[in-house]
């Protein structure tokens, strides 16, 4: 499969120093996309493990809006339910036009795959950046310790 150069996207970067843990990200963003606060219909993915002597370490996971977005190319429906936004760069799922055939979430390159499916509605969720919201994601306005930063894709160095 032949693979095309995309505009660059911005993506969300997490700094765990700043970071209470607090799941405000997780929350705003499935109420926002959802109207309801469901880590299941989040496209933030929370990462819990049991670390040193019972600690429990935890961490949200952003979809990191790759440079060559495998989501994409392996989407049977690519530019119609699997998209990339000609302006922002976000690589996004039409949810109107998704199958949910899950594609996408086996060839996400991370351990964690950053794209989820509701399987109530048969479709993909992943991280479009709040591309509709005027100031941009949600989870980044709402952390109150800024924690999150959107990192303008013209910053971004791979």
């Not at 993506?11 to 705003?28: F, Q």
């Not at 199958?99 to 950053?114: D, H, Q, S, T, Y």
């Not at 591309?131 to 999150?148: E, F, I, N, Y």
Request: proline share 7%; net charge positive; glycine share 6%.
């Amino acid at each position: 499969m032949e693979k095309c150069e995309f505009p660059k996207s911005g993506y969300i970067k997490w700094n765990p120093d700043a970071c209470s843990v607090c799941s405000r990200c997780v929350m705003a963003c499935s109420l926002y996309h959802d109207g309801a606060v469901s880590y299941r219909l989040s496209p933030i993915k929370w990462l819990e493990a049991n670390a040193l002597h019972g600690f429990c370490f935890r961490k949200p996971l952003f979809c990191q809006q790759c440079n060559h977005p495998e989501c994409y190319y392996t989407c049977p429906l690519k530019d119609k339910a699997m998209c990339i936004d000609s302006q922002t760069g976000a690589r996004y799922v039409n949810q109107e036009q998704c199958i949910g055939c899950g594609r996408c979430l086996k060839a996400c390159p991370f351990e964690v795959p950053r794209i989820g499916i509701d399987k109530k509605k048969k479709i993909a969720i992943k991280c479009d950046l709040c591309m509709d919201h005027p100031s941009g994601p949600v989870c980044v306005q709402l952390c109150d310790r800024q924690a999150l930063t959107l990192v303008p894709k013209e910053k971004r160095f791979y």
